[in-house]
Every structure is written in C-alpha cells, then in structure tokens.
C-alpha cells in the first residue's frame, strides 16, 4: 500500500510466503519536498536495517542525540518509540526482521540494542556495502526488495527447535517458557537464555507489550461502541 502527501511517498512492502518467518514486510519512504520531514518509528521489538539512498536521514535519540544514516545501519530490537528526519532528496528502505530472523542471520540478536550499528561490522565480509552499491542502481521499490530476499538466501541459517516453538507459540493463557521447557525436558532457566539469545528481548518483555497492543485495541473496541470505559473490564481482560 503506497501513501503520498504532497512530495512523502511511503509504501510498505510484503514479503513473500517463502520469507514470513524471516521478515514482517519492508517499508519504504522518499522525501521530494523542499522541507525536512519527520516521522516516527514506533516500539516493534522488531530488529530492523535501515538502507539509505540520497541525502542521509537523521535518527533522534531519546537522549537528544542524533545519527545519520551513510548506507546503511541495524536498529534493534525496537522497544521505545524515535524519530526521525527525511531531508529533501532522502530516500530510506527497511527491512523488518521478524522473531529470530536477526540472530539467524548474525548469530546474535541484540548487538544493536543500544546503538546503530554498521551491519558489515557484523560481518567477516563487507557483503552490506556490496548490497547497497547493487540496490543503489534499482529505482523501483519491489525490485529492491526482491534483490534483497534473493542476496540473503546464503546466509540465512537453519532455525533450531526451541526457537521455532518459542515463535510460534499461541496460547495466551499458558506460559510459554513453562509449557517449552516441560517439553524439551529443560529447566525453564535455559528457555530463558535461549529466548534471549536468539529474539534479543524476553519472553515477559515481549509479553508485556502484546497486553498493551490488546489492552489499546480493546479501549479502541469499547469506545466505537459506548463513551463509558470499564476499566475493571479492561483489567480482567
């Protein structure tokens, strides 16, 4: 889906089914205007990589600081909401890794929690600014994208067994690392570490944050229906 306001375009692009347990979709903006414009990246605790193409975009630091974006940086996991600044003739395209997809990758899933980080310093090889230079010559979003998935197949790393029942596990009710580590036959310490590890955040983190995303979306529910809020309700939900 593409959205223009005056010279912003944005377009958020998905993946196809073969890549779903490796990205959520990638996100694309371009500023043609005369006029910097900032938007907000919100909490996803996500991991993502930021390619930048033109006039280096800034990202804003809750401490007031900020950092360009040469070609391209990882950001993650993203637990706390930032801005950042599209200069006139900016162009940014994201990659949003989903779950563990991150540490399949680099073999560590939290080595950007806290700052930016050159992805090629992640690497034995300077494969990124390889990537970059190839996606720079692509005009069109969806061929990027496409070059993309086809230049990560090498590198992608098999998923192991407890991370793929950590992602996929579903029932809200139970705990997760309890319910997998009765399963593997492990103590429940060691599920911990393992969702750590290969997520780059914890189960109760990850958990905390979907009870907010479901507590907004049903305050959103019960206020298109009535003006009242029970926030007993809410509670017991």
Request: proline share 4%; hydrophobic share 35%; charged share 25%.
């Amino acid at each position: 889906m593409q959205q223009k306001q005056g010279e912003y375009t944005s377009l958020r692009v998905a993946v196809p089914k073969d890549y779903e347990d490796v990205f959520t979709h990638f996100y694309s903006a371009g500023n043609k205007s005369a006029d910097v414009i900032t938007k907000t990246f919100l909490p996803s605790f996500q991991t993502i990589l930021i390619f930048s193409f033109g006039v280096q975009p800034i990202l804003h630091s809750k401490q007031n600081t900020e950092v360009r974006v040469d070609r391209c940086l990882v950001l993650g996991p993203i637990k706390q909401a930032f801005d950042y600044s599209l200069p006139p003739n900016s162009q940014i395209l994201v990659a949003n890794f989903k779950d563990d997809a991150f540490y399949r990758f680099f073999g560590n899933a939290s080595v950007s929690e806290h700052l930016p980080v050159d992805p090629d310093d992640l690497s034995d090889e300077n494969c990124f600014t390889f990537l970059w230079t190839q996606l720079n010559k692509i005009e069109d979003v969806n061929d990027r994208v496409n070059y993309i998935l086809e230049f990560c197949k090498p590198y992608l790393k098999h998923r192991n067994a407890i991370a793929a029942q950590l992602a996929s596990f579903k029932e809200e009710r139970k705990n997760p690392i309890k319910c997998i580590a009765n399963q593997q036959n492990q103590t429940e310490r060691n599920i911990q570490l393992n969702h750590k590890k290969t997520f780059g955040y914890t189960a109760k983190e990850i958990g905390r944050y979907q009870r907010f995303l479901k507590t907004i979306e049903l305050i959103e529910h019960i206020t298109s229906k009535s003006a009242k809020i029970d926030w007993f309700e809410i509670v017991g939900e």
